[in-house]
């Protein structure tokens, strides 16, 4: 399941829209219906809006036909010329019926008619350009997929740091060379492996993985490099090694901070001869393989203290990844949350099990220290408990939400004979002051991880009296 397209990307990144008008009462009434679902920058003139295309990348424009300057006719030449991608409404209030056919003709995408008797019909026309640009791009990206191959199934995210890792990935892949990925444990490091060997070059030939940390130091080298008959008392008979195993291929040596300095000298003869020898042998073997090395420590920290060989760091990182912790994308839990929900519920029998929004607000605001990994876990756990077709904080597991009954109970309905909505808004409040502490009072943030509307998300800070500006310290 594809989950980085475009229509992801408006979802939670609101589109810009370039209003230009030289009537202020205009500029400021189409202001007020759009900014609370659109980011709204307004012109007085042609000239002030060439500027403004010129600093800013917009989806939409939206401009007058008869302005004191140049016309709109004028304009829309000029975007259509310079900013191709911009979608073009125009506004035709004095503007003569031959002007509103000619905008048609030069490209316009709609027109509306001054006076607006109904402001809803500009967003309808909005969200209509809106999902037209989504389906062209759509068509545009599974083309690229077709012509390319890469896909990134599996890999659940539309937060801005994992776009830059997926862009980092999607040039690397085909390219060869060796890579590090670096990352928390449980981030998820062995599905961008994957992804790195199935969008490669040699995705048809095989794919080895190597848990190093796994290995006891005397077997590392002959389950990587293999051994001859008789060279250790367990050799009943020649073994060939990952190397080989993976000649032509792919091979993923994960936790390679784990392996002694002793070994990390055979390994980078292997990497810079493209040679192997095995143990109780004494001939070179040659393999062609790609590496991909993880690490779950500060790679650099090992190197500085002796643990790890500088010289095999730097043969080894000559393109770094770095998957970043599920805290620093937590505009990622909601969509990875229901994806495992999904999964599970497949498994457990469960179909149509969703998430409520009680445990959505538990989730999102957990540090997540064991990451990716974890959440899927917790979301397994509860998919396998609930008795509900909603999964509630109760199921969840007791390190994650601790119900110990009546208290517990107590805290989700205080007191039957409070009225609901007293109820209601204590936990909006709540829920609300809880979100701005995890996102340090970035609004923006909080508004895309509630899929609460700056506008609203205002109003209700008003209503409670909360002050965002006191969380970003």
């Known amino acids: 399941m594809e989950h980085n397209d475009s229509r992801s990307y408006f979802l939670t990144h609101p589109a810009k829209i370039l209003i230009v008008d030289d009537e202020l009462d205009t500029r400021i009434i189409f202001r007020r219906q759009l900014e609370d679902e659109y980011e709204i920058d307004t012109a007085a003139s042609t000239a002030e809006a060439l500027e403004k295309l010129k600093q800013k990348e917009y989806q939409i424009a939206m401009t007058d036909l008869v302005m004191p300057d140049l016309d709109g006719l004028q304009l829309l030449k000029k975007i259509k010329a310079q900013w191709p991608q911009v979608a073009v409404i125009v506004i035709s209030g004095k503007a003569s019926i031959e002007m509103a056919v000619e905008a048609m003709k030069l490209g316009a995408d709609d027109f509306i008619e001054k006076p607006v ?204 990844i770095h998957i970043p912790p599920l805290r620093e994308r937590q505009e990622d839990i909601k969509l990875l949350a229901n994806a495992f929900v999904n999964e599970f519920a497949e498994k457990y029998k469960k179909p149509g099990l969703k998430i409520s929004e009680p445990v959505i607000s538990i989730l999102i605001t957990r540090e997540w220290k064991g990451n990716v990994r974890e959440l899927k876990n917790t979301i397994e756990h509860a998919v396998a408990m609930t008795e509900h077709n909603k999964i509630i904080p109760q199921d969840l597991p007791g390190t994650i939400y601790n119900f110990t009954g009546e208290h517990d109970r107590d805290q989700l309905i205080p007191n039957l004979n409070t ?41 209700k800070f008003k209503k409670y009296e909360i002050d965002p500006s006191t969380f970003r310290k």
């Open 117 to 320: 008797e109904d402001l809803e019909l500009i967003k309808l026309m909005i969200q209509k350009i809106l999902k037209v640009r989504w389906q062209s791009e759509e068509i545009n990206r599974l083309r690229k997929i077709l012509t390319t191959g890469f896909e990134r199934t599996d890999i659940v995210g539309n937060s801005h740091a994992i776009q830059l890792v997926m862009e980092k990935v999607k040039k690397a892949a085909p390219l060869g060379t060796t890579i590090f990925i670096t990352g928390d444990t449980g981030v998820g490091k062995e599905r961008f492996d994957e992804l790195i060997y199935r969008n490669s070059k040699r995705k048809e030939q095989k794919f080895v993985t190597v848990n190093c940390g796994s290995l006891p130091e005397n077997l590392l080298e002959s389950m990587l490099f293999g051994h001859k008959k008789g060279s250790f008392t367990s050799a009943i008979r020649d073994k060939m090694g990952y190397f080989q195993e993976a000649d032509g291929g792919t091979l993923f040596l994960d936790e390679i901070t784990e392996t002694s300095l002793a070994f990390q000298v055979k390994l980078l003869r292997a990497l810079e001869k493209g040679v192997i020898r095995k143990v109780g042998d004494d001939r070179d073997i040659e393999v062609d393989v790609r590496i991909i090395a993880a690490t779950n420590k500060n790679i650099e920290e090992e190197v500085s203290n002796g643990n790890f060989r500088e010289d095999l760091y730097y043969r080894l990182n000559v393109i770094h």
């Open 419 to 459: 009225p609901f909505p007293q109820l209601k808004d204590n936990f909006e409040k709540n829920y609300i002051i809880e979100l701005l502490k995890m996102v340090k009072g970035d609004v923006s943030k909080a508004a895309r991880i509630s899929e609460i509307k700056r506008q609203n998300l205002y109003e």
